[in-house]
Structure formats: C-alpha cells, structure tokens
C-alpha cells in the first residue's frame, strides 16, 4: 500500500474498541487476547516473507469444501466468516458486528461496514444471504451444509442488518457460524470465478497461487483488516507429512511455524537457539470406544468401568505422550459445552479392575482386538499398544490391529471393531457430537451404548435457546457418561507449535487451527 | 520396421486399458474414497449427496464406462482430493519426477562409466577390488534408509542441504544422491564386467596385433561395445525412476508423481491414481520401446522384424 | 577372482567364493530367525515405557540386558532385530518360491506348447513388464491391506515375470533339441517331457535369476514395510523399525541404523549368492 493513502490504518485495538458489545451468550470484546501491535497508529510496511509447514495441504480451495484444520487455517487467511473465535474459544464479532435473539426462530446479525473484498466488492448483507444459499446448495460437495440445515431463509433488512429465520428453534447458530460459512463475494456465488482456482475474500491476505499437495501462497491485502493490518507481506504454506522433517525444517530456518510437532522433538527443540515451543490444550478428547454391539462383555458397564481402571492413563502420558497430553476424566475437557471440573479421572487400579471383570461374569477374561489407525492421531499405534498391553494384565487379552484409515472408518461406522483408538472434536456438543451417545440417533461412532437419560437430554439440548440452561444439560451428561464408561477416558492431547523467535505477535487456539492475527518477523 | 512400431504402439493401449480395469478394482475394493474424503462428523445425508456428485453412487461398470468415455476424449476426471484436473496434477509434477531421474542419471554417467572403465581395465588389482566391495554395498543398500541417514547427516545436524520439497536447485541434492547410489554401483558393476568380456574377445587382441596404441584401443572398440550393455540398462533404469522412485519421492517429500500416487493411494484418490497409473506406464513403454531402437541402432547385428 | 590352477577331480565343482560368503551371510540370519525366541534377551513385544529411547550399551546410560539399546515403547532393539529377520527371511524365501515356481511354470508352458497359451502368457508378462515392480507392489498392498501372507503373496506376484520370460525362452531353446525329440519318439507323455527333460535343462539360470531376484524382494519387502505396508505390529519388520526410528531419528539414532544395516547386510548376502552363482555358469 502507497503512503498517501487515506484511509486510517487499523490497528487491533482499535478493533477492540470500536467493537460493539454483543448481546446474546455471552459473548464480550475481552475474548479478543491477542497480543496488541507493537506502536499503535505507526504506518508499517509489511515485510518478509513467512513459511508455515503442516502436515497436510488443503483439499481444496474452495472454502465451502475445506474440512481439515489444516485447510481451514489457510482458508481464514483469505476468508472471513460472520463470527470468529478466539484462542480460548469464545465466540468474537468478526464480519458481524454483533447479533441478538430476536425470536425462537429468528437471529438478527448487524454487518461490520467499510469491509471489501479483494476483488473491490463492498461486503453486505447481500452477500450473507448469498453466500448461506451457496452453503446449503446440494449442487456443492459441501459436507457440512447440513449444519445450516435448519436456516430457512435470509431476510436483508438494510445494506448492514440481516435476519436469518430458522424452522422451529436452532440454538446453535452462533456457535455453527462461528465455524461455517466463509462469506464469499458475488464473482464468486455468480459463478463468474471458480473458487478452485482462485480466492477472494475478505480476509488479511490474498491468494496468489496453489500448487496442490505443494504450496499456497498469498500476499497481504492491500486494504487493511479490520482486525489489524497484516505484518508480513507474503505468506507461504508448505505441507510436509514428516513429523521430523518438520522439525528439521524449522531447525536449517526454511520454515517460520511448523505443526504438528511430535511432543518426543519438544526437548530437542527447546534446546535449539532462536526456537521457541508453544504448547495449548487442544479440545478433542482422545479415547478408545468399546463396542457393546460386537463385544458382549462391554454391555456391562462394571466391565467398561474396569476398563477404564485397568487403562494406566498416567503412565501412557508420561511415556507415549512425554508429558504431552492433559488427562480427561470423562468424555470431555475444557472449552466444551458441559465440561465438569467435579469429576476425578478413574484410579490406575488392576486389581479392581480384574474384580469388576469377574463380577461381571467372565472371571477368565476376554478376547479383544483393539483397533487403531497408524500415523491420524499423535502416536496412535503407540499408545494402542501400550494399551492392549495394559489390558491384557487384567484378563482381557488383547491383540492390536493396525487398519488404513479407509477401512478403519468403515468399521467405525459399520460397528465391526471390537474396541478402538479414535479421537473426537468436540467443539459443536450438538447434534454431530452428542449423537454418538444417543441410541435413538446412533452417530457414527455409536457403539451400543443404551441410556433412555442421555438420549433426552441430547435431544432436549438443541432446542434450548438458554445457554446456561443448555449448559447444565451437557453436564448432566457427561456425568452419566463418566459413570457408565461407553469410552476409555484418555486425555486432550497437547497441541504444540514451534516457531522461530523471531516469529511475534502471533497465539495459538485451541481448536488447533492457525489464525494469524497480527503475526509478523522481528 | 514400421510394423514392429506400430505393433508396439497398439499393444500400448491394450496394456493401459487392462491395466486401467486393474486400478479400478483395487482402488474400489480396498475401501470406500467418499468415507476418506469426509470427516466423520458429517451427517450421512451430507455424505451420500457428495457421494452422487462424485458420481460413486453409480455401480462399477457405469463408472468404468464413463471413465474410458471421458479418457477417449483426453479428460481422467477430477482429483477427489484437491478437486482439480487428475491429469493437470500429474502433468504439473512429472517435470519434477524428471527432473531428478535425468539428475539421478547423469550422476550414474558421470561416476558409473569412468569408474567402470578404470577398473575394468585393472581387472585383479587392489583398486578393482576395493571398487568391486564399494559397488557390492551401492546395490545393497534400502534406498529409504540411505535417504534418512542422508537427511540426518546433511539436514539436521550439519545443517547443509534442506531436508525436503523442491524450492531450489539445492533441494535436488539428497534426493539424486540417494537415487544415484544404487544405479552408479549397478552401473560401475556393468561397464567393469563388459570392459573385461570386451578385452577378452578377438578383435581388441587383433587391433592390438595391428599395433593400435593401448588408449585407442580401449577408448574405440571397448567403449562402443560396452555402450550397448550400458545403454540398455540405464533406460531401464530410466524407466524405473520415472516411476519407480516413489518411496525415495515420499522420504524428500519431493513433489512428483511417485509421491502423488502414493498420496493418492493413501486417500483413495481413485483419478489421481488412475492417471499417474496411466502416464508412467505409457513412459515406462515409451522408454523401453526408445531402448530397443537404441540397441539396434547400436548394435546393426540386431534386426526386430521377426517378432520378439 | 581365485582360480584354481590344480587340475584335481573335484575342482571343477568348486565355486567362487562369492558364493560361500553370500551362504554364510543368509545361513547366519536365517539361523538367527529361527532361533530368535532362544536367542533373544527380551520378547519383541515386551515393553517397559520406563526404558523408552535407552542407548545402546557401550554408550553412556545403557545396559548390557538392552545390548543394543531400546526402541520408543522401551522395547528390546537386538530382539526386534532377531524377530524382524523372520519376516525378512519368510518373504524373501516363500516369494521367490512362489513365484518362481510360478513363472517357472507360465514361461514352460508357453514356449512348449506355445500358440494360444504362449500368446496369453506374453501378453499377461508385457503388461506386467510396463511398470516398475515396486509401483505395482505399493498399489496392490495399499488396497488389500496389511498382512504377512498377503505381502508374500504380492512380492510373489510382481516377481513371477522374470522367470516366466526366462524359462519361455530357455524351452523354446531346447524343444526341438535332439533329447526332447527323442523322448517324444519313444512316445514319452507330454508330463513326463516337461519335468523329466526340459524342465531340468531350464533350471540353473533360473537359479540365478532366483537369488537376484532375492535380493530385490528382501528390498522391496523393506520399502513397503517402511511405508506401513507391511506386516501387523507389533510383529516386527526391518523397513517398519526404520520408519519408526525416523520419528526419533535425532534423538536416538541406533532406532534408524540398526535396522537399515540389517537390511543390508541381507541384501548384500543375497547379492553375493547371485553373483557367484552367475560366476560359476560363466
């Protein structure tokens, strides 16, 4: 951008204050913890060009069709959705200013103005409306469009204020828009742009070019954000499989930020010079989920206890994990709607374990084969070893079986393994999540875990506007969850990042997705 | 000559569409893409609507069958994965594939040939024998492991050459080192044994009784028979990196199209693995095919009209 | 290359020394296979989480009961080096079996009987022959999955061509020498003419083309196991254990070389064996 240019340049602060408070759930301007730009107002230049390695490349560019977090990151530099969230995962205005309840079925968002796409189209309401009928199109191999399934219609009160009326009452809006639903400009829902080929948005950065499975690169916007100008004047993301690879990337100084690091490398890393390790909880909870529907004995639930207790969680995360996960003492941790910080983690107790076991009728134990995919989660063979090791201490004879993720889904889904390693996100407790414990609704990784009380609840829940209230229905069931074990509780695995020191300015989320803020090069 | 040619050349397409019927099996069998592609959070209406649109509602044969349409018109359909043209993927990193199999090969040239040469010529002597040990090992080695080793060494503790992708010269480095190893040993082994045969037979003993100076000898008569030998297996060998070097590609990360079909593979990206299944083996043939004509043009001897 | 310069009796069945060291090599990892569960100081599976990345014992912080040092799951390294031989030697012997007599098999057929069995035969050897081996292997156990018998099945499969074109060539050879015509003159059967004459008269070369092609499989067997594509864990594979140093490879470097040494010293081994088969028929 020249020097005589105008317009003021925003900084975040100035974001944060000419942020409006917002009503509904909570939501408040505090939730924005970003570090603040160094010398506010001063007009700087971006500089430097910063290399992000992850360990998967988009699957597309189309935003609508990007589902991994490594995409989406990539997608948010050049996107923006209605509502945002900040590292600790609170709801944040974002392209709308702030929204309110209006009715049961119908939220009112006010648009943030002054907004323009990269290719000069000012944002508005028309834009929101356009963009949510693409999102729902059948025509876009949009997996998630049925989160909007609810929305029926998108009523355009003024230029900056939309209505959006849903079919009878859908809670979770906020929470769906704060994740979906990358507002799009009219070259794009016209079908005058092919968004597989090229990005516009209204995000900091950019798109220049993507060679698919190699690199993305964007450059900073030359209109400045509205959360704060972009620092760096080239972003370019490299996919690298290779946890070590990625490390050693960092290490010769080709890349800036790499993730996901291998907890195992976090010593070596600390002790390289200009290297900095960031460490977060993450959000998804990593279990194993025990099939009552193919394995007899996990129909009790004193054998899912025992299960629970013979699994030394402590040890797991000492050794496999190097310290690099957080124990769970039931379904999930904290961040997610319905998290009890009351409940204790169940003791490493074999002994109680081989009782319960032989209480429930098998005291010579059982045969289970224990699947896990290899190389999806953070030592996922690893851990599942040591586990089956563990089980097989009590009685409970275990075999590992290590499946390639295709196959490894298809038995999740068609409930053919016996017990397996898996991770669940959980950001949205609602219908995609919850579901897995409801035996009227059997989600996909629902294994036969039969309780009438969870299924009301988790029905109930999505139709409560109250957020308190809808809050302690998620408690409630995740205290019966915790009591009658359908999973092995395992941990939040440790999300970790590491960066060059002279990467500033820039903070980790806890969902694991990258989103820049005000990331720049010392 | 002609004949055989096109004899050849039609034979291709039977190859490719036997094998094309092949891929499609495995590539179903061994797992459903639209699952893979979908996170486990979607609904399953979400899921069977992005199955129709793929086209993978359609029973096999259906499929099949739209697939030679399409191919017959030049397209292979579309990347599940990075919902692009297949066949630009593919064509985007064969120069890359390329790129270092012609590295790999002139590092083999550059080394193999002198070397086999020298020695060859010293066949009993220390050097012959301590080269003859150094080619054993070259040929032995797992290629994965010489990679790792190499990135271990240079990379990460030296910090000398980058680790992996391409983003400058530099980057070829580890990767055509690696490769080069085994076929410089096999190569090494190759001219030394055929610089031997060739000093053996008459007419080297006959141009050397005509009084030819030794260097003459040796550069003219067995340089040009041991060419042919040579020849024929560095186009195999040609061929073997075009397509085969896909573990050597997933070690460096090196964007080509070994790596792509094993990344297709992994996803189930069944027109991504279709196409480089397609592309490398009409190289692979292409390159054989050029390799015959080479050894008949170098050795006259040799005549291909009576069949194989 | 020694050769023997005494005339006696049994000289001419001496072979080149190529060939006992390549012996020596195979018989000694094949005899550390199968007696890998005496030999072995610790179970390959048995984990002790608190010996995790133990180096070997020579180095500081080892121990003479881990000779070798410990993998990431505090494992015994030598014993999944002693167990992994078993999976090397199983694939490398049965796949050379299997498709060796496989092609053996295909390639007589065909250049004996020749017309439509050889067509079909040659056309089946040319599509195999338009791909590299390992591609072809790599797509294959992608699809089906992992397993011991199945990775033999493949490394079999990608393998039988070689001897197929060898053994079709060689009998087309020797079909109408004088012994065969003779045999059939005393109305031998057609069975009896294959096995008991022309299948022996094939056989050494294709000997040789066994033990290179042993060392290619042993490679191949590797490379897969290296990309997860090999055998089960938690039985250990040479070219798995390499993969899995790799995530540890600047931390505890004996998890990476051990295992590629292993592989090489088979390799090698194999090579040998070839090449002094190769020397002797020369």
């Known amino acids: 951008m020249g020097d005589g240019t105008a317009r003021p340049r925003l900084t975040r602060r100035d974001f944060l204050k000419g942020t409006a408070v917002l009503a509904g759930s909570g939501l408040a301007a505090d939730a924005l913890r970003w570090e603040l730009l160094a010398a506010p107002g001063a007009a700087v230049q971006p500089v430097g060009n910063l290399l992000i390695v992850q360990g998967v490349d988009a699957e597309s560019l189309d935003p609508h069709v990007t589902t991994s977090g490594a995409s989406k990151g990539m997608m948010w530099a050049m996107y923006d959705k209605l509502l945002e969230r ?31 796409f990269h290719n000069g189209e000012k944002f508005g309401a028309q834009h929101v409306r356009d963009t949510i009928t693409r999102f729902k199109s059948p025509t876009i191999r949009n997996v998630y469009a049925g989160q909007l399934r609810p929305v029926r219609d998108v009523e355009i009160v003024n230029p900056l204020t939309v209505r959006i009326h849903t079919d009878g009452p859908f809670a979770l809006l ?107 909880r993450q959000l998804s ?29 402590d040890t797991l995360i000492r050794t496999v994990m190097r310290g690099a996960a957080y124990r769970l003492a039931s379904a999930f941790g904290p961040g997610i709607p319905g998290y009890d910080e009351s409940l204790r983690p169940y003791p490493y107790d074999p002994d109680r374990a081989r009782q319960l076991i032989s209480e429930a009728g098998f005291p010579n134990g059982f045969e289970v084969t224990l699947v896990t995919p290899e190389g999806r989660y953070l030592n996922d063979r690893l851990a599942s070893e040591a586990i089956a090791g563990m089980w097989s201490r009590v009685g409970v004879r275990t075999r590992v079986q290590v499946s390639d993720w295709s196959p490894f889904v298809q038995g999740v889904l068609g409930k053919t393994h016996d017990a397996f ?102 | 000559m002609i004949g055989y040619l096109v004899q050849r050349l039609a034979h291709l397409v039977w190859v490719l569409l036997a094998v094309s019927i092949l891929v499609f099996l495995l590539v179903h069998l061994s797992g459903d893409p639209v699952r893979l592609l979908t996170p486990l959070d979607a609904r399953p209406e979400d899921i069977e609507r992005v199955r129709r649109l793929y086209g993978l509602d359609q029973p096999l044969p259906v499929q099949y069958w739209r697939f030679l349409k399409d191919a017959a018109r030049g397209e292979l359909g579309e990347s599940f994965r990075f919902s692009r043209p297949a066949l630009e993927l593919v064509l985007d990193r064969l120069p890359n594939t390329a790129l270092l199999a012609l590295t790999t090969i002139a590092l083999t040239v550059g080394v193999g ?127 073997n990196l075009l397509g085969g070097s896909v573990v050597v590609e997933a070690v460096f990360a090196w964007p080509g199209v070994g790596w792509l079909m094993l990344q297709g593979i992994q996803t189930r990206d069944l027109p991504v693995v279709r196409a480089v299944v397609l592309i490398v083996g009409t190289l692979f043939v292409l390159i054989n095919l050029a390799v015959d004509l080479l050894y008949l043009y170098l050795d006259p001897r040799i005549r291909y009209d009576h069949g194989r | 290359m020694a050769v023997s310069a005494i005339p006696r009796p049994r000289a001419r069945r001496r072979r080149p020394p190529q060939f006992y060291a390549g012996a020596a090599i195979l018989g000694a990892v094949v005899a550390v296979a199968v007696l890998a569960p005496q030999l072995a100081p610790h179970g390959y599976a048995d984990q002790d989480l608190l010996r995790s990345l133990q180096p070997p014992a020579w180095m500081r912080g080892g121990e003479w009961s881990y000779p070798l040092g410990t993998d990431r799951l505090g494992r015994d390294l030598l014993a999944r080096l002693m167990f992994g031989a078993r999976v090397s030697i199983a694939v490398a012997v049965l796949s050379v079996l299997i498709g060796g007599g496989l092609g053996t098999g295909l390639g007589l057929a065909a250049g004996y009987f020749g017309r439509w069995v050889d067509r079909l035969t040659s056309r089946l050897i040319d599509i195999q022959l338009s791909f590299p081996p390992v591609f072809i292997a790599i797509a294959i156990m ?55 004459h022309v299948l022996p008269s094939i056989l050494p070369p294709l000997l040789v083309v066994g033990a290179v092609n042993m060392s290619s499989v042993i490679l191949a067997e590797a490379a897969l196991s290296f990309l997860g594509l090999g055998v089960q864990p938690p039985t250990p594979a040479w070219g798995s254990m390499v993969a899995e140093g790799r995530t540890v490879q600047s931390l505890a470097w004996w998890n990476t070389v051990f295992p590629g040494m292993a592989i090489a010293t088979l390799v090698v081994g194999a090579n040998l064996l070839g090449d002094g088969l190769q020397r002797e028929r020369e």
């Open chain 3, 142 to 196: 992608a699809a089906l999955g992992q397993s011991l018998p199945k990775l033999i099945l493949v490394l079999a499969f990608v393998s039988w061509v070689q001897y197929a074109r060898i053994a079709r060539a060689n009998t087309l050879a020797v079909r109408e020498r004088e012994f065969v015509l003779a045999a059939r003159a005393l109305g031998a059967g057609e069975r009896r003419i294959l096995l008991r």
């Open chain 2, 113 to 239: 040939i002198p070397v086999g040469l020298w020695v060859g010529s010293r066949a009993g002597s220390l050097v012959d024998w301590a080269v003859s040990l150094a080619t054993f090992v070259c040929i032995s080695l797992p290629s994965f492991w010489l990679g790792v080793l190499l990135i271990l060494l240079f990379a990460d503790r030296l910090r000398w050459l980058p680790a992996s992708g391409f983003e400058s010269p530099l980057y070829l480095v580890l990767p055509s080192l690696t490769l080069a190893v085994y076929t410089t040993g096999l190569i090494t082994r190759l001219v030394r044994a055929d610089v031997l045969e060739v000093l053996r037979q008459d007419f080297i003993r006959t141009a050397r009784a005509k009084g030819l100076g030794e260097r003459v000898v040796r550069s003219r008569h067995a340089l040009r028979n041991a060419l042919i030998s040579t020849v024929t297996v560095l186009g195999l060998q040609l061929g």
């Open chain 1, 174 to 280: 906020a929470e769906v828009l704060s994740i979906y639903c990358e507002i799009l400009p009219r070259a794009i829902t016209g079908g005058e742009v092919d968004p597989t080929r090229r990005a516009i948005g209204t995000g900091p950065y950019r798109f220049v070019e993507w060679n698919p499975g190699q690199r993305m690169v964007m450059d900073f916007a030359e209109r400045p954000h509205f959360s704060g100008q972009p620092r760096v004047r080239r972003l370019v993301w490299r996919p690298v499989a290779e946890s070590a690879t990625r490390v050693v990337e960092l290490k010769t100084g080709a890349a800036h930020l790499i993730t996901p690091v291998d907890p195992i490398q976090i010593p070596e890393l600390e002790a390289t010079r200009n290297v900095d390790v960031i460490t977060f």
């Open chain 1, 421 to 522: 390693f898996f991770q669940q996100v959980g950001v949205l407790l609602d219908a995609t999540v919850a579901i897995n414990f409801d035996s009227d609704r059997k989600g996909a990784a629902w294994q036969g875990y039969h309780n009438p009380e969870a299924n009301r609840l988790i029905q109930d829940a999505i139709k409560t506007m109250d957020a308190n209230q809808r809050n302690e229905m998620y408690k409630r069931l995740n205290q019966i969850i915790y009591r009658e074990g359908p999973w092995v509780f395992l941990w939040n695995q440790q999300g970790v990042y590491a960066k060059q020191k002279r990467v500033q300015g820039w903070e980790a989320h806890t969902d694991g997705i990258i989103r820049l803020g005000g990331i720049r090069l010392s």
């Open chain 1, 86 to 116: 900040g590292p600790d995962m609170r709801i944040i205005p974002w392209l709308a200013t702030s929204y309110r309840v209006v009715s049961d079925t119908t939220w009112e968002f006010r648009l943030r103005d002054d907004v323009y």
């Open chain 1, 285 to 313: 909870s990593q279990i194993v989920v025990l099939n009552s529907l193919k394995v007899r004995a996990f129909q009790d639930a004193r054998v899912r206890q025992a299960m629970n207790y013979a699994t030394d969680v």
